[in-house]
């Protein structure tokens, strides 16, 4: 079953506020197939620690504004990987290296990829 309309609009809603703050990529996955936790993982990269930081600010202030609180919030003292887990959808916010070392699209190129209706990668 694929992710669900609230899903999608949540996952949509995180991608424009990490565009919003200039997020270096935003990318979106359907992991409802293979995960029965959530729908949709979010990975959004940023160039900056500070800026890693704005985009979750942003991320969460979008996403309350639709009623969505975050389950679980981790990573945030180190400001490298912040993950927000909505229940719905997963949003991984991360620095540009750890994005490149960990790759996490490549670990789920087995589920489909989500139009969310901004630019995949940010030109420099």
């Known amino acids: 079953m694929p992710a669900t309309e609230r899903s999608l609009d949540l996952a949509m809603t995180a991608a424009k506020a990490a565009d919003d703050k200039l997020a270096t990529t935003v990318a979106g996955i359907d992991v409802s197939?293979?995960?029965?936790?959530?729908?949709?993982?979010?990975?959004?990269?940023?160039?900056?620690?500070?800026?890693?930081?704005?985009?979750?600010?942003?991320?969460?202030?979008?996403?309350?504004?639709?009623?969505?609180?975050?389950i679980r919030r981790e990573g945030e003292r180190d400001g490298r990987w912040v993950l927000l887990d909505f229940g719905d959808i997963v949003v991984h916010v991360q620095h540009d290296e750890e994005r490149e070392f960990y790759e996490l699209e490549r670990l789920w190129k087995d589920c489909p990829e989500i139009d969310l209706g901004v630019p995949k990668r940010r030109d420099a």
Request: cysteine-free.
């Open 33 to 70: 197939e293979q995960l029965a936790l959530t729908d949709v993982f979010v990975i959004v990269s940023a160039s900056t620690d500070r800026q890693v930081g704005a985009i979750v600010d942003e991320v969460e202030d979008q996403l309350r504004e639709k009623g969505a609180k975050p």
